[in-house]
């Protein structure tokens, strides 16, 4: 039926229909109010009738008849037999494993990253975001996820907080662009900004540490430096960046350095001192390890 018609058939129906809100016309409805009426449905989007008969929704239901025999009992019905599933956050775990493992170079891990299908932050996201900087540098920095400004660009920490993050390495020598013992290694636990930047949730991370696992073997880092406490959820399995930070620990079989993520520092600058004083300690530990 065209629109048209069925605003046609509708209209005697809301001229007899008592007001449902209070903003309501009173009754009766003008031809012309009806018509505005309905004009308001297809505003909101009803473009399409889906009955060919008019039905009034505002009637009052018929009341219920007195005395109904009580409904008989439904029997239970018999117990299904177990069956053993995987739950799809296991396949997708699995399926990572299988193709972190599989990937013998930096390279083949970057095109099975980027070709994963299961997680879903890659719809939202508009670019894959693998890593920058020199792989086999003595360092590799892990920090959460791209933000907007690193996923406009497919590089990682590029917007405030990498500039940051550059100035901070800089005093100590080191940087991304630089070779030999002062070059850096820079990826992320997570390859796809999470909308609105929010955290990722433990499905997201438990499918990309497979990933990242296998990242930090072929980049060969003789230290990890997880920034912020995804990170550190990410690879230690614990939070508390601020009794984590400037702690060493061990984690995938590397000296781990955790330290404030750079973001953080932006927002509490007072903070810059223990991040100064972690640098040095990352710095003294290179030098004499
Ligand atoms: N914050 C991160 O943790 N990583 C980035 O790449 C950018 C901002």
Known sequence: M??????????PLALRRKPAYPWAMADPLSPADALALL???????????????????YEDPAAPPENLPEPAPVAEPPPAPHVMRAPD????????????AGAPDLATLRQAMEAYPHCELRHAARNFVFSDGRPGARVMILGEAPGRDEDLQGKPFVGRAGQLLDKMFAAIGMGRAQDGDNALYIANILPWR??????PTPAEMAMMLPFVKRHVELAAPEV???MGNISCQGILGRRGITRL??????????PVL??????????????KREAWGDLQELRTRLRDG
Do not use: C, S
Request: negative net charge; proline residues 9%.
């Open 39 to 57: 004009e308001w449905q297809i505003e909101l989007g009803a473009d399409e009738a889906i009955g060919d008969a008019p039905v009034n929704r």
């Open 2 to 11: 065209a629109l048209r018609a069925w605003v046609q058939a509708l209209t």
């Open 224 to 226: 990890l430096v997880p």
């Open 245 to 254: 930070r400037g702690q060493w620990t061990e984690a995938l079989g590397k």
């Open 258 to 271: 955790p330290m404030f993520h750079p973001a953080y520092l932006l927002r509490n600058p007072i903070m």
């Open 194 to 199: 999470p909308p609105q930047n929010r955290d």
């Open 89 to 100: 956050g296991d396949v997708a775990v699995a399926e990572a494993r299988r193709l972190a």
